[in-house]
């Protein structure tokens, strides 16, 4: 480590003289390339706060889209449980409908039987009129014959005896009809009563059903406009993602654009350069390029050597991988992940994965505090959910600087560092840029 610092200090030393010696020649370029950076830094912060908008937006959606599903559930289970009144009570209904035929089975049983009875106490009036008839209408010539017909006193009374039991039979058998035709109708009005109580208990049902159906109606109704409400959130949260991942394209473009436009520039200043290079003295233009050659060198050994100098956290801090660079399900959607999730303990210092210029330094729905370098030749890193940051935009960095510490800011779930890289504002795979200390699990 002591002897990467002496090759940076030299390295530093040989760039800043070569340097010096430029900027006189290649003022006019350097002052177009600061404000390109500055009028990129405003563009990508719009960008940013569109996305951070329509990321609003989106949890927006999700969350209102939370309440309906939970509504549809308590809701369903509302109308599973009319319906089971409904059907119990219907149940019921059938039972006393069911009794109210069998009472006017009965009726009609009992209005037969008092018919039967009423033609038998007609014809057993009948029997008696005529007894009446033939013993009193004609009581002279009966008594005679009964008289002649007699053996004796004794005989004649026995004979008169037998003629007025005949006749009480037949008021008794009159009277015994009468009383069972009055039971009859007794046993008939009991009979209406119970069918007027099963009635009324058959229309209490039928209320109760109908009440139950409109209730059940009314949650139908409510379903629909649940279902509606869904839809109209469905739309807004997939507008809300197809927009964030149309301004990410176009930001991720945007960045291309600015990268190629620094290539472009950068061309033209070691086009100037070279040209001024030519009326320097060959001892100058030797000592610059082989400045320029050992800065390279060293800028790579930093960007790939896995020291801690391109360690974007502290050393002997260990951690884990929580989550990868690339596609992943999470919400239940299929989501792209930018970067890598570094989970470690809070606090933990986070630094520079290389020498560059802090682009942005600011606060994001998404990212919190959140820091991005520009390390020239198109690449860009950045490092988010920081409990705090120790850089402002404009800034310049060394690899290893402190720019943050790891905090919960955004979101997330839990304590760890996101850190992307972008090449020409596209995001490649962390792990091609930095090699894990061996305390980490990866």
């Not at 800043?16 to 912060?45: E, K, Y």
């Not at 779930?413 to 894990?436: A, K, Q, W």
């Amino acid at each position: 480590m002591e002897q990467v610092s002496v090759k940076k200090t030299v390295v530093i030393s040989l760039i800043l003289t070569a340097i010096a010696l430029i900027s006189v020649f290649a003022a006019p370029l350097f002052a177009v390339h600061t404000f390109a950076s500055q009028t990129a830094d405003s563009t990508t912060r719009s960008y940013e706060d569109q996305i951070a908008d329509a990321e609003r937006r989106q949890q927006e959606a999700k969350d209102e889209l939370g309440k309906i599903w939970n509504d549809q559930y308590s809701t369903h289970e509302k109308i599973e449980q009319l319906d089971l009144v409904i059907q119990r009570n219907a149940d019921w209904k059938q039972l006393a409908q069911d009794y109210v035929e069998s009472i006017y089975a009965q009726i009609d049983e009992k209005n037969s039987a008092i018919e039967e009875v009423t033609v038998r106490i007609d014809n057993q009036r009948q029997s008696l009129m005529n007894h009446m008839r033939e013993t009193y209408m004609e009581q002279d010539v009966d008594l005679i014959e009964v008289l002649l017909s007699s053996k004796g006193l004794l005989d004649f009374l026995e004979k008169l005896d037998y003629v007025d039991a005949v006749l009480n039979y037949d008021r008794k058998l009159i009277a015994q009809l009468n009383e069972e035709k009055v039971l009859l109708e007794q046993y008939e009005a009991a009979l209406h009563d119970a069918e007027a109580k099963q009635v009324e208990e058959v229309r209490k049902y039928e209320a109760i059903i109908h009440e139950n159906e409109e209730a059940k109606q009314l949650k139908l109704q409510y379903m629909e406009d649940l279902e509606k409400n869904e839809n109209l959130w469905l739309e807004e949260y997939a507008y809300a993602n197809a927009e964030t991942e149309k301004l990410n394209n176009e930001l991720q473009a945007y960045l291309a654009e600015l990268a190629e436009k620094e290539r472009k520039e950068a061309e033209a200043r070691a086009l100037a350069e070279q040209q001024h290079k030519e009326a320097l003295a060959q001892a100058e233009r030797e000592a610059y390029e082989k400045a320029q050659r050992e800065a390279q060198q060293q800028q790579e050994a930093y960007r790939y050597n896995g020291t801690n100098a391109c360690w974007p956290l502290q050393a002997g801090v260990s951690g884990r991988v929580s989550s990868e660079w690339g596609w992943r399900w999470i919400w239940g959607l299929h989501d792209k992940h930018l970067g890598i999730d570094l989970a470690c303990p809070s606090g933990t210092e986070v630094y520079a994965y290389s020498g560059g210029t802090v682009v942005t330094s600011t606060n994001h729905y998404s990212y919190g505090n959140y820091v991005v370098i520009n390390h020239g030749n198109g690449l860009t890193t950045l490092y988010a959910h920081m409990a705090d940051r120790q850089v402002s935009a404009g800034d310049t960095v060394v690899a290893g600087q402190l720019i943050g510490h790891v905090g919960l800011t955004g979101s997330t779930s839990g304590y760890h560092l996101h850190f992307e890289v972008r090449i020409n504002g596209e995001t490649v795979n962390p792990r091609d840029y930095i090699v894990f200390p061996s305390n980490w699990v990866n």
